[in-house]
């Protein structure tokens, strides 16, 4: 069974602050995501990897980054938190595609659910 | 560009009726689309995707090339399917753009 874990349910910070989430999966998936999930707006992304120590940025990168330095962690970083960032973000991973294949499912973590004050 | 739209919000039903989410696409090349669904205090998760063509939980949704559109039917809702459902389209890259999701509220 996938395993998407995520460091925290909730998180309360002020603005101005350095945020990081961090995710973690147990299946040895090349491609992980971090999404952002607002009401009426949908599943953003924000950024992507497919690899260790590899990104891309998503639709939505401005003001955050994110780091890899292991296959199984992605972590998500909000540099200077701003109130335009309280929202609930979502990890997910998925392998990698091969062969025929063009896509995998992807598998998504509980989710983090911050507010910045 | 890509685009999934999912035009309504909120869709109340009543148990026993049918259930339709509209979803609808802009691509360019051959689409490959997929329906997510989250139910209460749980985890997004994958409900069915085009190509294979499937039912899960008597949902079933067909792709409509000259419509674009891949709209999720089902014949008779319950209770348990209230949810929010995301529509989405296949990027590169194993990447995907979802629409903004529609919240079905099935009530007796």
């Known amino acids: 069974d996938v395993k998407v874990t995520q460091s925290s349910r909730y998180l309360v910070k002020r603005t101005g602050e350095k945020v990081f989430l961090e995710c973690v999966q147990d299946?040895?998936?090349?491609?992980m995501f971090w999404y952002r999930q607002d009401p009426g707006l949908g599943l953003r992304l924000i950024y992507f990897s497919y690899d260790v120590k590899m990104k891309e940025k998503g639709d939505i990168p401005e003001g955050y980054s994110v780091s890899r330095e292991k296959k199984e962690r992605f972590s998500l970083i909000l540099e200077s938190a701003s109130t335009n960032q309280t929202s609930m973000y979502l990890c997910a991973s998925s392998p990698a595609v091969k062969g025929g294949s063009s896509y995998n499912e992807q598998f998504f973590g509980p989710g983090t659910r911050l507010t910045v004050l | 560009a890509q685009r999934v739209t999912q035009p309504e919000k909120l869709l109340s039903v009543f148990k026993g009726a049918p259930v339709e989410l509209k979803c609808n696409y802009s691509y360019s090349g051959s689409p490959e689309l997929f329906w997510y669904v989250q139910y209460s205090r749980q985890r997004l998760q994958l409900l069915l995707r085009?190509?294979s063509r499937e039912s899960i939980k008597g949902f079933t949704a067909d792709l409509n090339k000259g419509e674009t559109s891949f709209h999720l039917k089902k014949p008779f809702a319950q209770e348990e399917d209230s949810a929010m459902y995301y529509c989405a389209l296949f990027r590169t890259a194993s990447k995907l753009t979802f629409g903004t999701g529609t919240r079905l509220q099935v009530t007796l």
């Open positions: 299946m040895d998936h090349e491609n």
């Open positions: 085009h190509i």
